[in-house]
């Protein structure tokens, strides 16, 4: 191999090209994590030591990524034939076509077996499908072989400035490189190209990029010289071969989180690479907790859950170790209220005057903190919208990789709704955009929801604002007091999980309903308080109004950077239960996790029923008992006692002691293996019940549960808290 690569030879004079795309590629990854560093201002100290592992260890990425990045360009050095076209003629092409369309099958099939990528995420596989058919259509040392090699170079080029640019515009919104969100971004395309569409001057930014494109090509043009003075095909697929053995090699050696060696997770970030963080997301959409974590014995699991899901109103049904089926008895008579739960988009605790903010731009809320029964400490499952409708209608931990919004087999799950459904309500959920984005349509309707969008908006109502999300949050209120509306006609309660959007970027609205200005986040911040102003206003001129338990929280914080892998602060959310002839107020200052928001409501509205359910009725847990469990897709929390465990893939973890109000953390030794060993039983068991069907509704669990019977008169025994708060 040594002897092929001398100054002259034809390998050589082959693969150059390879050298311009690498020196290309290393400065625009440079030149971007430089960028990046700016942009996280006093986030990260300018020490020589972080200085020196952000650059360091991010140069070994940027050369791993190039492995992977350059693949284009080795398969059209290889395959393109030397003095002339191997193919001619219309059978030869139809030929090579299939052939090609075969081997571009035979990877969606691969990449489907290992990380159940569906077309929705490999669609870009059609580029690199369309680069590589005309290539055996010309010879690599004449004029066209000439200009094919500049226009691969061009398309590369610009692809990488793309990347580049985008890189960019997704740090100033989440503070990381590329991850889990811009996966996703893949499947989403309508929405997240309108959503580029509205919220940036993408038209002149496109155009940049193709003059800096053209610039860089012209500078480095030399580098691109086609020569090639015989070399074989057999001996260019020797090069091909070892390239993907390097591949290989790669994969197995090296991950997203081999960088994440410091304290600070701004550091980490600027470490990696954004294209390969991005396949590393990639790879990690599914994963198995059992393969990638710390397990315990599934008994050992199992009964550590156990005993941590009883509480004093909870009964579990049978012996069976594995099974957390619990029968929930309250003392008296049900109150079968309206229940109307709202999650906001991105409310962070922060934006709350309550919590200190001095921008006035929660108004009505802040008012209503006196008003309702407020939780001052609840943290949210996740950073993204599916972690929060999963917590909330289904009350169970994260499980990695995908939401269970998204995973096959998610059909039939014991959800909130099939609570409410026994008992006569119609449950719907209600979205301003179209409920197939993060496929909530489908998941809703198939557990116990009835699906409601924008497309049962009526023709002709007025539409206040729409963006590519959805319609404003005021047309959203509509389309649910519409559903309030038949619902009460039809004589039936009624409970409604109602998802709005306005608070996402590009931040638009109505004019004229507040102050601040359209297309900022404090403008759309406010208008959300307005929003939900005005509903409350609507909703209180009907005769069900005095019926109804109005729910108000987030679905996650707006942001979820931080210098920790689980910045706590990011994941503080806001809680309301607002129902003034029923629920009398109070601030709730102990620890509350989103799964404990489900469990609670139905504690308040005294119901008695069967549930798997993950979350307590807080009102009926012991105080010292509060846990929550914040996490990302791949790093899982568990928040107790002030201390915060993170479990993470290759089976490692942090314990650490979280500051509430930064964010940071400070690692805790020795660690406390009774809160390791609780937090793995909880994700483990969560993840093994889902795999294996048991969280599956099973038809004993519209079992009627009887309730506690009320004491005698003479008795002094006080009543339940949630029942005392009624």
Same mark, same amino acid.
């Given at each position: ?397 994260? %499980? ?100 709005? %959007? ?225």
């Amino acid at each position: 191999m040594s002897s092929a690569f001398t100054p002259t030879s034809p390998l050589r004079q082959r693969f150059r090209p390879l050298l311009w795309l690498a020196i290309t590629f290393v400065a625009i990854s440079f030149v971007t994590r430089v960028v990046l560093l700016i942009m996280s201002g006093h986030e990260v100290p300018h020490t020589p030591l972080n200085l020196l592992y952000a650059f360091g260890v991010g140069f070994g990425y940027d050369l791993i990524t190039y492995i992977y990045v350059a693949w284009p360009l080795v398969l059209f050095l290889w395959l393109v034939p030397t003095r002339r076209a191997t193919v001619s003629g219309l059978g030869q092409w139809l030929l090579w076509a299939l052939a090609l369309a075969l081997v571009y099958a035979l990877c969606l099939g691969v990449l489907y077996a290992l990380y159940r990528a569906h077309l929705g995420m490999t669609w870009p596989l059609v580029v690199l499908f369309l680069l590589v058919l005309p290539i055996p259509g010309f010879a690599y040392v004449s004029r066209g072989g000439q200009w094919a090699l500049y226009g691969l170079a061009l398309v590369l080029l610009y692809g990488l400035l793309f990347v580049a640019a985008s890189e960019l515009v997704f740090w100033n919104e989440f503070s990381v490189r590329f991850n889990f969100i811009a996966v996703d971004y893949l499947v989403y395309t309508t929405e997240v190209i309108g959503n580029i569409r509205e919220s940036y001057p993408i038209g002149r930014w496109l155009a940049l990029l193709v003059v800096g494109a053209l610039v860089v090509f012209a500078i480095g043009r030399r580098g691109l010289r086609a020569r090639d003075d015989g070399s074989r095909f057999w001996q260019r697929g020797r090069i091909v071969l070892l390239w993907l053995v390097l591949t290989a090699v790669s994969l197995a050696a090296v991950n997203g989180g081999v960088k994440d060696r410091t304290s600070n997770n701004y550091v980490n970030e600027l470490a990696g690479n954004g294209i390969y963080q991005f396949f590393n997301a990639f790879r990690s959409s599914h994963l198995d907790y059992a393969k990638f974590y710390r397990t315990l014995p599934d008994d050992q699991a199992f009964r550590l859950v156990r005993e941590g899901l009883k509480t004093p109103d909870a009964t579990y049904i049978n012996d069976d170790p594995h099974d957390l089926t619990r029968a929930i008895r309250r003392v008296g008579p049900e109150r079968h209220l309206n229940v109307v739960l709202i999650s906001v988009e991105s409310l962070s605790g922060d934006y709350l005057g309550t919590f200190g903010n001095k921008e006035n731009i929660t108004p009505y809320l802040d008012s209503l903190v006196s008003q309702s029964l407020f939780f001052d400490n609840l943290y949210a499952n996740g950073t993204r919208t599916v972690r929060g409708l999963e917590a909330l209608s289904l009350s169970v931990p994260p %499980t990695p990789g995908d939401s269970l919004l998204k995973e096959h087999n998610n059909e039939n799950l014991l959800s909130l709704a099939d609570i409410f459904n026994d008992r006569g309500y119609q449950s719907d959920f209600v979205y301003g955009g179209y409920g197939e984005f993060d496929n909530m349509n489908y998941f809703f309707s198939h557990n116990g929801y009835r699906t409601v969008d924008r497309r049962d908006i009526p023709k002709g109502a007025t539409i206040h604002s729409e963006n590519v999300w959805g319609v404003a949050d005021e047309d959203l209120y509509t389309l649910a007091l519409k559903q309030m509306d038949d619902a009460q006609a039809a004589g039936k309660p009624f409970f409604l999980h109602i998802m709005t %959007t306005s608070n996402h970027r590009p931040y638009t609205f109505p004019a004229g309903r507040v102050s601040q200005a359209n297309q900022t986040r404090a403008g759309a911040v406010a208008y959300t308080d307005w929003s939900i102003s005005d509903f409350i206003k609507r909703a209180r001129e009907k005769s069900y109004f005095d019926d109804t338990v109005f729910v108000i929280t987030a679905d996650h914080c707006a942001s979820s950077a931080g210098k920790t892998s689980v910045p706590i602060n990011r994941y503080h959310v806001p809680l309301w239960i607002y129902a003034p002839k029923h629920i009398q107020p109070q601030r709730v200052e102990r620890l509350m996790g989103q799964v404990d928001i489900a469990p609670t409501v139905l504690g308040l509205l005294n119901f008695s029923y069967r549930s798997r359910f993950f979350g307590y009725d807080l009102f009926q847990l012991e105080p010292g008992r509060e846990r929550a469990f914040p996490a990302t897709y791949e790093k899982l929390g568990y928040l107790h006692h002030d201390v915060l465990t993170v479990l993470e893939p290759q089976r490692k973890l942090e314990q650490m002691k979280p500051d509430y109000a930064t964010g940071d953390a400070t690692p805790i030794t020795p660690q406390n293996e009774n809160q390791i060993d609780q937090a793995i039983a909880y994700y483990q068991v969560a993840s093994e019940l889902f795999r294996h069907g048991g969280l599956a509704r099973r038809p004993a669990d519209s079992t009627a549960v009887e309730p506690l019977p009320l004491p005698a008169p003479a008795t002094s025994t006080p009543a339940p808290a949630s029942s005392a708060a009624l």
